[in-house]
C-alpha cells in the first residue's frame, strides 16, 4: 500500500510562493504518474498538474499554467510543486496522488491519495 503523505502548506500573501512536497512510503509502481488536485470549500476538486514516470510530459490546469512547476525526484520518491504569484482564488486544500500512466487529469483514476496540505493566500 502506497501512502502519501504532502508537506509544505501554509499561509502566504498574494504574489507570493510555496513549495509543497509529497513523499510516498514506498516507491510507487512503476511507471506511475504523479499529480496534484487542489479542492476550496464548496468548489468541486480540480487538477492542478501532473507529471509522468520519468518527468518528459508535464500537465497545468488552466487556472495555475505559467505560474506552477511539478517535478519529481524517483530516486526519493518525492513529487513537487512549486506554486509562484499566488493570488487568494488558489486557496484550497492541496492533494498529492498518484495513478497508472495516461491519467493526468482524470482524478477518479489515481490510485492513492494523500490527506492533504491547506494553502490559504491573503489578500
Known amino acids: 500500500q502506497v501512502q502519501l503523505v504532502e508537506s509544505g502548506g501554509g499561509l502566504v500573501q498574494a504574489g507570493g510562493s510555496l513549495r509543497l512536497s509529497c513523499a510516498a512510503s514506498?516507491?510507487?509502481?512503476?511507471?506511475?504518474?504523479m499529480g496534484w488536485f487542489r479542492q476550496a470549500p464548496g468548489k468541486d476538486r480540480e487538477f492542478v498538474a501532473a507529471i509522468t514516470w520519468i518527468g518528459t510530459s508535464l500537465y497545468y490546469g488552466d487556472s495555475v499554467k505559467g505560474r506552477c512547476t511539478i517535478s519529481r525526484d524517483n530516486a526519493k520518491n518525492t513529487v513537487y510543486l512549486q506554486m509562484n504569484s499566488l493570488k487568494p482564488e488558489d486557496t484550497a486544500v492541496y492533494y498529492c496522488?498518484?495513478?497508472?500512466?495516461?491519467?493526468?487529469?482524470?482524478?477518479?483514476?489515481?490510485?492513492?491519495w494523500g490527506q492533504g496540505t491547506q494553502v490559504t493566500v491573503s489578500s
Open positions: 514506498t516507491r510507487t509502481p512503476r511507471m506511475y504518474t
Open positions: 496522488a498518484a495513478g497508472p500512466p495516461g491519467v493526468a487529469a482524470v482524478s477518479h483514476l489515481y490510485n492513492y
